[in-house]
């Protein structure tokens, strides 16, 4: 009998589950399956089912696992019992050598922990991101700090992050800097729209103004926080030279807000949700950039635009540092008074959008792949 000597090509799993999760894991998804060396699998947990669909076929991405796990008025508890025992499932089944999870969410803790309770070796992409504060954002800081203590591998966007966790103690060699993946993300889209007429995407849209473009949805904001910002906003709509897109989360506490407090503004566009593909070009067009969200922080500073950053903390303080954001905190008074300077300073304007990018070069994929490579020689 002959005994097969070819060695087994090392199985890595993608787990991702809402929106943000996909756009940062599809560049290492579409470089995994294409790369000959490893055996790749895609297990998508349907946390952000509307969403993570639109995103799903931008990047034309095909799930070999979908858990499908959003029910009804399903709590946290249930987000995260479901992915542990469907990701569990999955790894027992296939028993992959590694599992990659990405930032903070509900779906990246559950698989991460899933991983580990099966000794499987957990990458963690964007790790290192800290606020300090466990609350803030909440469950989001707590989680990325969870998924910490079980990972084998630490792929830290920045040197910021790369410094947090060696402050905590981990291994300097199972930390690797490789840059953020969500500029490979937006590199691949930019492209893709630059082959096509993406103007005609928002007809709407006045040239002549100069448009803000808002987002608004997280928790901690629901409590006061958004119905201040959206205050600001429509003082800032009075102004005859700016239009105001506001893409709105279909979470039903934040359409109320929106509707009762810009719904009747002229110079305010409600719009829904937007595929990843149109919310590129309409950050692309955007003279200043509004939000809450983390991963637009990341994705703003690589299209040259001025971000203000409607939340009291954030764990991406190299966009602060850099000058390509601003935090401006959830008070209505300094929101209008930042739009207003950027709108009526051009020196202030041009010293947002001109600051570098800290996020890195789009190649944080393929470092990341490479490293698991070697990691499984």
Known sequence: MTVSTTPLLPKILTVFGTRPEAIKLAPFVLAAN?????????????????????????????????????KAGQTLDDVVSAVLNGAGKIMDEWKPDWVIVQGDTSTAFAAALAGFH???????????????NLFSPWPEEANRRLIGQVSSMHFAPTGWAEGNLLREGFDPAIVEVTGNSVIDALQW???KLDATNGEDLFPFLNPAKRMILVTG?????????????????????DRDDVEIVYPVHLNP????????????RANVHLIAPQDYLPFVQLMRRAAIIVT??????????????????????????????????????????????????????????????????????GRACERMLARIIRESK
């Open 34 to 70: 294409a790369e000959a060396a490893v055996e790749h699998r895609l297990c998508v947990t349907g946390q952000h089912r509307q969403m993570l669909d639109q995103v799903m076929a931008v990047f034309g991405l095909t799930a070999d696992y979908d858990l499908n796990i959003m």
């Open 189 to 191: 889209v930019t492209a």
């Open 292 to 361: 809450d969200s983390g991963g637009i922080q990341e994705e703003a500073p690589g299209l040259g635009k001025p971000v203000l950053v409607t939340r009291d903390t954030t764990e991406r303080p190299e966009a602060i540092e850099a000058g390509t954001a601003l935090l401006v905190g959830t008070e209505t008074a300094p929101l209008v008074e930042a739009v207003t300077r950027l709108l009526d300073n051009p020196s202030a304007y041009a010293a947002m959008a001109q600051a570098r990018n800290p996020f890195g070069d």
């Open 118 to 132: 099966r000794k499987v070796k957990v990458a963690h992409v964007e790790a290192g991101l800290r606020t300090g």
């Open 253 to 264: 506490l934040v359409r109320e807000v929106a509707d009762r407090v810009l719904g009747d």
């Open 217 to 237: 949805h997280r928790r901690e904001n629901l409590d006061g926080g958004l119905e201040r910002t959206c205050t600001a906003l429509a003082a800032l709509s």
